[in-house]
């Protein structure tokens, strides 16, 4: 598996001279953050990312958060137009080495917590999800979360909110199906493959549909179109957040077909009610078996790309919520444990 590190360009106050000091690193994952959606991308500011990559030993071969614009979504007459200035970006970024696209198909909120600073016991903190809090919310008057690209002023958003109310999830679903058919046979000819991320968390939100939640939802994505430019970003945090799916299960079934592309690995402490906060990574400090989890991988002799997702802010760092230094490295050092465990029981058991 070759890991990589979230790197939000350089205005991160993580420093690329710190991700390449983690052992065993491969590169990092970023994106135009800051470009307009449905705007052309540049060779040049790839181009920069990737030097200063280069410059440190790491690559930059995967695009997160290559978002998607709402009209798109919802299927409206200047969709077309969108897609095919999305297909001319796949032009830009595969003639500069990108290989796989994380994008999501989640309407007008990407994920969504509630708290940015839950204090764990320990005197860490971390993200954190409250259903309650959710429900008291009136998304008209604007809502701002940390990592979310698309920020939209409180009119603007009431009038997403009014378009969604007649897109439910069936007709969703058929607008992501009209963009596939669109772009899958650009990014396969391109040698792209697009990598679909679950919906974060993977229910309903303000009474917007979500479609990417479960194990059925993923196998409908991928009947869609039966080729492997056609597939996954398998998030277990996301997909964990909801006690009903079995992750581990998921990961050696997708794996095994070889449509993950990209693993966002982290860990998550679901309480009944379906609350949650986003936990170390170790498999006891949540409610996800995160050994489990590896050993699908193992046993799919995955080669793809895997990187720790949300981290908590331990040791007084400060920065964005979820995407501090040390805890990801934690979990990079964590998750390079469990597989070179599995590599030397399989060396010692080679039956197993």
Same mark, same amino acid.
């Given at each position: 598996?070759?890991?990589?590190?979230?790197?939000?360009?350089?205005?991160?106050?993580?420093?690329?001279?710190?991700?390449?000091?983690?052992?065993?690193?491969?590169?990092?994952?970023?994106?135009?953050?800051?470009?307009?959606?449905?705007?052309?991308?540049?060779?040049?500011?790839?181009? $920069?990312?990737? +030097?200063?990559?280069? %410059?440190?030993?790491? &690559?930059?071969?995967?695009?997160?958060?290559? #978002?998607?614009? *709402?009209?798109?979504?919802?299927?409206?007459?200047?969709?077309?137009?969108?897609?095919?200035?999305?297909?001319?970006?796949?032009?830009?970024?595969?003639?500069?080495?990108?290989?796989?696209?994380?994008?999501?198909?989640?309407?007008?909120?990407?994920?969504?917590?509630?708290?940015?600073?839950?204090?764990?016991?320990?005197?860490?903190?971390?993200?954190?999800?409250?259903?309650?809090?959710?429900?008291?919310?009136?998304?008209?008057?604007?809502?701002?979360?940390?990592?979310?690209?698309?920020?939209?002023?409180? $009119?603007?958003? +009431?009038?997403?909110? %009014?378009?969604?109310? &007649?897109?439910?999830?069936?007709?969703?679903? #058929?607008?992501? *199906?009209?963009?596939?058919?669109?772009?899958?046979?650009?990014?396969?000819?391109?040698?792209?493959?697009?990598?679909?991320?679950?919906?974060?968390?993977?229910?309903?939100?303000?009474?917007?549909?979500?479609?990417?939640?479960?194990?059925?939802?993923?196998?409908?994505?991928?009947?869609?179109?039966?080729?492997?430019?056609?597939?996954?970003?398998?998030?277990?945090?996301?997909?964990?957040?909801?006690?009903?799916?079995?992750?581990?299960?998921?990961?050696?079934?997708?794996?095994?077909?070889?449509?993950?592309?990209?693993?966002?690995?982290?860990?998550?402490?679901?309480?009944?009610?379906?609350?949650?906060?986003?936990?170390?990574?170790?498999?006891?400090?949540?409610?996800?078996?995160?050994?489990?989890?590896?050993?699908?991988?193992?046993?799919?002799?995955?080669?793809?790309?895997?990187?720790?997702?949300?981290?908590?802010?331990?040791?007084?760092?400060?920065?964005?919520?979820?995407?501090?230094?040390?805890?990801?490295?934690?979990?990079?050092?964590?998750?390079?444990?469990?597989?070179?465990?599995?590599?030397?029981?399989?060396?010692?058991?080679?039956?197993?």
């Amino acid at each position: 598996m070759k890991i990589l590190f979230r790197w939000h360009g350089p205005e991160d106050p993580i420093s690329l001279d710190y991700i390449r000091q983690i052992p065993g690193m491969y590169g990092i994952v970023s994106s135009l953050y800051k470009l307009p959606l449905g705007q052309r991308w540049s060779d040049e500011k790839i181009q $920069e990312i990737k +030097q200063a990559a280069a %410059a440190r030993q790491l &690559h930059f071969e995967v695009v997160d958060s290559f #978002r998607i614009h *709402e009209d798109i979504k919802l299927g409206k007459p200047t969709r077309d137009r969108l897609i095919d200035e999305y297909c001319k970006n796949l032009q830009v970024l595969a003639r500069n080495g990108i290989k796989v696209i994380c994008y999501n198909f989640m309407p007008v909120f990407d994920w969504t917590r509630t708290n940015m600073a839950y204090p764990l016991p320990d005197g860490s903190n971390t993200l954190s999800y409250d259903q309650a809090t959710i429900d008291a919310v009136d998304p008209r008057q604007g809502i701002d979360l940390p990592g979310w690209g698309a920020k939209y002023p409180p $009119e603007q958003l +009431q009038q997403l909110l %009014a378009e969604y109310q &007649h897109c439910d999830e069936e007709q969703l679903w #058929r607008n992501l *199906e009209y963009f596939l058919h669109k772009v899958i046979p650009v990014a396969k000819a391109l040698g792209l493959k697009l990598a679909l991320h679950a919906d974060d968390p993977p229910r309903p939100l303000f009474g917007l549909p979500r479609i990417l939640k479960n194990v059925d939802d993923h196998r409908r994505l991928l009947e869609i179109i039966d080729d492997p430019a056609n597939g996954l970003t398998l998030c277990t945090g996301s997909l964990g957040s909801d006690l009903r799916n079995d992750v581990p299960a998921m990961v050696a079934e997708f794996t095994q077909r070889e449509r993950v592309h990209f693993v966002h690995f982290r860990n998550v402490q679901v309480s009944e009610n379906g609350d949650f906060y986003e936990s170390a990574h170790p498999s006891a400090c949540g409610s996800l078996d995160m050994a489990a989890i590896m050993a699908a991988l193992h046993d799919a002799r995955y080669s793809g790309y895997i990187r720790p997702d949300h981290g908590r802010m331990i040791w007084g760092e400060t920065g964005v919520p979820g995407y501090g230094l040390f805890d990801r490295a934690l979990g990079i050092t964590y998750m390079q444990g469990l597989w070179e465990g599995l590599d030397k029981a399989r060396t010692d058991h080679p039956n197993h």
